[in-house]
């Protein structure tokens, strides 16, 4: 069965402790790992897509990197506004179509000043 | 630009009720997916349609519906609503290179 899972569950950081978030995977195989930001109540924000295995790519303090089994999220001297839930999701081969993606459960950081 | 815009941000129901969510793509997008999102869980897949066409469909029961219109934009129906289908409801679109492009969803409150 295709499986998405994040580590930790929560994170909480101190302004400026760097710190980085897991995403491993099971799938049959991958079309693409995507990496979303959401704040509380509202819809997930698209950070960056990952295609290949030693792909990098960054945005501002963001770094995601990805490997033949799992992706991390590295998060570089955070500050209070990167508090978020971070989720994970993928595309597999065969799913028909672009539009389904297997999301995992969230990470959700807290950054204190 | 405007994104992708959902409406009503919020609504309360009554089990049993019908439900309509509506969904407007990011201009020039054709494709419309829709996800549930559970608190405390990531969103999980409904349906997606590409030019009318339904293209892909969840593990979720035929009270669950959907379409799009000719002007791209799609609505949620759901049936015979229980208490486990309250749940904030996302909409995405795609220009059909591979990102989902997120609303701010619509929050039901089945009661």
């Known amino acids: 069965e295709d499986q998405v899972t994040q580590s930790p569950e929560a994170l909480r950081l101190q302004e400026g402790e760097s710190s980085s978030l897991n995403c491993s995977y099971t799938?049959?195989?991958?079309?693409?790992l995507f990496w979303y930001r959401q704040d509380p109540g509202k819809g997930p924000e698209f950070l960056f897509t990952?295609?290949?295995a030693g792909e990098e790519k960054e945005k501002e303090r963001l770094k995601a990197t990805l490997t033949k089994k799992e992706s991390f999220l590295h998060i570089t001297a955070p500050k209070p506004e990167d508090s978020a839930t971070y989720l994970c999701a993928v595309r597999i081969h065969g799913s028909g179509n672009t539009g389904k993606l297997i999301f995992g459960q969230g990470t959700t950081l807290q950054v204190k000043p | 630009d405007a994104g992708v815009t959902q409406s009503p941000t919020h609504l309360i129901k009554t089990r049993g009720q019908h439900v309509t969510l509506r969904c407007s793509p990011i201009?020039?997008?054709?494709?419309v997916s829709w996800y549930q999102q559970v608190l405390g869980q990531g969103p999980q897949f409904i349906f997606q349609y590409y030019e009318k066409e339904e293209r892909g469909r969840g593990n979720f029961p035929d009270r669950f519906s959907a379409r799009q219109f000719p002007n791209y934009s799609s609505e949620l129906n759901v049936n015979a609503l229980l208490l486990g289908d309250s749940a904030l409801y996302l909409c995405?679109?795609?220009?059909?290179?591979?990102?989902?492009?997120f609303g701010e969803g619509s929050r039901l409150t089945v009661l």
């Open positions: 990952l295609y290949s």
């Open positions: 201009s020039g997008h054709k494709s």
């Open positions: 995405a679109s795609s220009p059909g290179t591979g990102e989902l492009f």
């Open positions: 799938v049959s195989g991958l079309r693409g």
